[in-house]
């Protein structure tokens, strides 16, 4: 099926984002992204196109980046991210938590047609020491149920 644009708009004053992303746990380490340059390290995913819809486009964005087809995972956060940079930035991500495929070695990180993502490992533990965005996310991720949660991380103020 064809889809169309990221939804994703910005003005001088604001920008808005629809994400997606995978909490994608083994051995009690939740995989990690960056991409060169950026400076901070994220869950991977990535933008939802109009027509899309939110595990379709973590499935695309997964394999776009990771090179491999993942399960579709259990739909675990609604994260609303409001925060100032140059302007307002409003972000709503669909995050899911998924397990990485048993039959995929965990050094498998680097068959995406991405360029410039790089992709590690990271305990609970090691999380808050790294460079982090969004960074109220991280003990939410230490948190997770079995049920669907919603986050407000509002930081216009910080």
């Known amino acids: ?84 940079d140059s302007s307002l930035q409003h972000e709503v991500g669909f995050y899911y938590s998924l397990a990485w495929p048993a039959g995929l070695a965990d050094s498998d990180l680097g068959g995406g047609a991405e360029p410039g993502h790089s992709f590690r490992w990271a305990a609970a533990s090691e999380r808050s020491s790294l460079r982090f965005e969004p960074v109220g996310l991280v003990p939410v991720l230490q948190e997770l149920g079995d049920d669907v949660r919603h986050v407000l991380l509002d930081r216009r103020a910080a």
């Open 1 to 84: 099926m064809m889809t169309g644009q990221d939804i994703s708009w910005r003005t001088p004053a604001e920008t808005f984002n629809l994400r997606v992303a995978a909490v994608i746990d083994r051995d009690h380490k939740v995989l990690l992204c960056t991409v060169d340059g950026l400076g901070y390290w994220f869950l991977p995913g990535g933008r939802v196109r109009f027509g899309e819809s939110a595990q379709l486009a973590l499935s695309r964005e997964l394999t776009e980046e990771l090179g491999h087809q993942f399960p579709a995972g259990r739909l675990a956060l609604v994260v609303e991210n409001i925060y100032r």
